[in-house]
């Protein structure tokens, strides 16, 4: 059964169309990646997916566990499940990174239940000591305002805490890699493969091949001009680090 299926999706930005007919299905487990230029679009795809604003959709479909969410407000996308770490974070100064956690925790266990009475303290301090480790990030920063002043990497880190609170069936990552240093990138990656299973949809957005050495992917997709112009194996990727995208693109015009 398919489950996140999107299908000849068109956006435009202030009048201007810069999704054309993007289709991508991705099912419970899989593991896509998207690469692509600069200002293709990916970022605008990960945007609309959550609904923002800015992004209005022309023509086309999301269908999510069997529900067009195009016609959800963000928090109800949230809610069925889909996880977005964006590629620039925000920060939010005054709430705590425990505080953040813990109510993306109750919200979410609210979602499944509306009679949940919430993670009791304790259960949750063990939550919050586990991930924070798996991330290797100071236990301090759980007080914290969220990514207030919180270095590249840092702020990362803070997604996948968020990722791991909120329990998502969908997971957009991207360009999580961005700013990490080597040791993060191994780390954080680490911490999205805990978090994955047979449950869990991943679509990470990247650059690198390097990521995908850690976050195995098991479909490759090449967006150029606001559609996906090429699909592959891990293979694909190898291809486009030594080749560039020169080849694709003569392959489009075409
Ligand atoms: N608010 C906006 N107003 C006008 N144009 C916009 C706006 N937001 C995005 N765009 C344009 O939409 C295009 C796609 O941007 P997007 O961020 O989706 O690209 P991307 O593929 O994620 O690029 P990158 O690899 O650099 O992150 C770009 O040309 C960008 O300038
Ligand atoms: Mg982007």
Redesign the pocket.
């Known amino acids: 059964m398919s489950h996140l299926e999107i299908k000849n999706l068109h956006v435009n930005?202030?009048g201007?169309e810069?999704l054309k007919g993007l289709s991508l299905t991705i099912n419970k487990g899989e593991v896509h990646a998207i690469m692509?230029?600069?200002?293709?679009?990916?970022?605008?795809?990960?945007?609309t997916l959550m609904g923002h604003p800015?992004y209005t959709v022309t023509e086309g479909e999301v269908i999510f566990k069997g529900q067009n969410i195009l016609e959800l407000e963000p928090d109800e996308r949230s809610r069925t499940g889909i996880f977005l770490a964006f590629?620039y974070p925000v920060a939010i100064p005054g709430v705590t990174v425990a505080n953040f956690l813990r109510s993306a925790i109750n919200a979410r266990s609210r979602a499944e239940n509306p009679e949940d009475k919430g993670m009791p303290i304790p259960e949750f301090r063990k939550f919050l000591k586990e991930h924070m480790d798996m991330l290797k990030m100071d236990h301090a920063f759980a007080g914290r305002y969220l990514n207030d002043g919180f270095s590249g990497g840092e702020k990362k880190r803070a997604e996948i805490l968020q990722m791991a609170a909120l329990r998502p069936e969908i997971a957009i990552l991207?360009?999580t890699d961005s700013g990490l240093d080597i040791d993060a990138l191994r780390i954080v990656s680490e911490g999205v493969n805990a978090l994955s299973g047979p449950d869990l949809g991943v679509l990470v957005?990247t650059?690198y091949q390097r990521l995908l050495n850690y976050i195995k992917p098991q479909f490759v997709h090449v967006?150029m001009g606001?559609r996906i112009v090429e699909s592959g194996g891990p293979d694909l990727a190898l291809h486009l680090e030594e080749h560039g995208y020169d080849w694709i693109r003569e392959k489009v015009e075409a």
């Not at 692509?36 to 945007?47: E, I, M, V």
């Open positions: 930005i202030e201007k810069i692509g230029p600069n200002g293709t679009g990916k970022s605008t795809l990960a945007y800015n590629q991207d360009e957005i650059h967006m606001g």
